[in-house]
């Protein structure tokens, strides 16, 4: 096996917003084509994803120092609403950052089921949305149908995409376990492996499921066979934390090897991981901050001379973010009154984010990326991580919404069997009866497997293909 190597395709180009860091306060007037820019963000600033949060902030706060926190005289004002992981909250605060503060852009929310709840209400407010990334059918389906939102991220299945060809081909594995939050991100971080690493000719030993609150993993462990020959994982702030550290303290540290996908060793979570319960494991991610750029250098060493700690991903999402926005409101001269406009200029501004090799078109179609497999000598902070570029395969965007339908039928394949053979549902088909949240899932499920609708998807997908190199 070897250790340190990585790869890292860069899905999705797109890139930041810029705001400056104002919280709170009271309403401001109406948007005008004089007044001073406002931008909203939504973070978990507390809670379980409190960890991912501070740092997507910090790079953002970062890069409108970078790029520049005023255009054309227009000064950038970003009002942060802490949501607490919270879909709820996060669309109530999204009405009041509409309807209150008058933003001109948003950026965020940070998960999958905060994006879920907001895309809907911003699209037909017509808010120019910057998704962190893309792991929802409700973002999808809300971005075609309004044209206010872009992803300046990633799409939240091809790392996993990518480790599943990497411990296949690579590593030799033939079965496995699959552990994954119970919520949108995780499915489809767990459907992409789960439908590759299938498709290659593994099977899959188990899946575990616990929620994104979790703060026990102890059952979860306990739960992996003995007889499996990896762990491939995804969990994120706290969750990371307190899932290495039980599967150390649970005797699998050393027996059972363990790979994660970015969210696992980020460098959001990766200081308050055990090193000796880490050392040696390998994420598949977009982002590394030893990656090898002169834009990547440049941001790195900008982090650490103003953090004091390396960056991870998140921060620098944050940062790619308001080097997105810098740029777009530079070729309206500043004036962000006309939503329409906005989110134009956003889809056709050039930036180069710190991730990337080359720069990022107006066709927002990336170039040459490599998804990074980070050996977890990284547990030990030494500067830089990147040794090896492992190659990628092709990745398509809408094959997205096959691995979400894989990892919601995985999720839920038993129960939607009990419900179909009780006669409560007709997979794939209509919805007859049951709890309405899974069977619009079991629904959702079907459709995709069947490939109902998919050339549909596809062409709300042209500019988020990507090929990995």
Sequence with gaps: MRARSRTCTLLLAAA?????????????????????????????????????????????????KEFGQTVAGHRIVTYFEDTGGNPAVALSDARSLVQQKHIQL?????????????????????????NLALCSAAQLTSDAHYGNALSSGWLCDQPDVI??????????????????????????????????????????DKELWPPLTATDYGPY???IPKTTQAVFAETLGAGAIDFTKAYAQFGL???????????????????????????????????????????????????????????????????????????????????AADPVAVAHAEDHADHRAARAGAAEHADRRAG???????????????????????????????????????????????PARR??????????????AGDRKVTALILVAGLCRAGVGLSGWAAMLPCWSITAQ
């Design 16 to 64: 930041p917003l810029a705001v400056l860091a104002g919280c709170g306060g009271s309403g401001s007037t109406a948007p005008s084509a004089s007044g001073p820019i406002a931008i909203g963000y939504e973070l978990p600033l507390t809670g379980t994803v409190a960890l991912p949060g501070k740092q997507e902030q910090e790079g953002w706060n970062l890069g409108l």
């Design 106 to 130: 948003m950026e965020g929310p940070l998960l999958a089921s905060e994006d879920a709840a907001v895309a809907p209400y911003l699209g037909a407010q017509r808010i120019p949305l910057d």
């Design 163 to 204: 480790a599943a060809d990497y411990l296949y081909k690579d590593l030799g594995y033939r079965h496995v376990t699959v552990l994954a939050t119970d919520y949108a991100f995780g499915w489809l971080s767990a459907g992409g492996f789960i439908k590759q690493f299938t498709m290659l000719g593994g099977k899959i």
């Design 221 to 223: 462990v306990s739960a």
């Design 253 to 335: 540290r050393g027996k059972i090897p363990l790979y994660g996908n970015t969210t696992m060793f980020d460098y959001s979570v990766l200081p308050g991981e055990v090193p000796s319960a880490v050392l040696g494991d390998q994420m598949a991610a977009q982002y590394c901050d030893g990656i090898n750029t002169p834009a990547n250098n440049t941001f790195t060493s900008l982090f650490q001379q103003t953090y004091h700690v390396f960056p991870g991903y998140y921060a620098e999402a944050g940062y790619v973010h308001a080097e997105l926005a810098v740029a777009a409101l530079k070729r309206l001269h500043g004036n």
């Design 368 to 414: 040459p990326e490599h998804l990074h497999l980070q050996g977890g000598e990284r547990a030990r902070h030494p500067g830089g991580c990147a040794d090896q570029d492992l190659p990628g395969r092709p990745a398509v965007g809408h094959a997205a919404l096959q691995h979400l339908a894989a990892g919601i039928h995985h999720r839920l394949g038993r």
């Design 419 to 432: 419900l179909a053979a009780a006669g409560m549902v007709r997979l794939g088909a209509e919805v007859v």
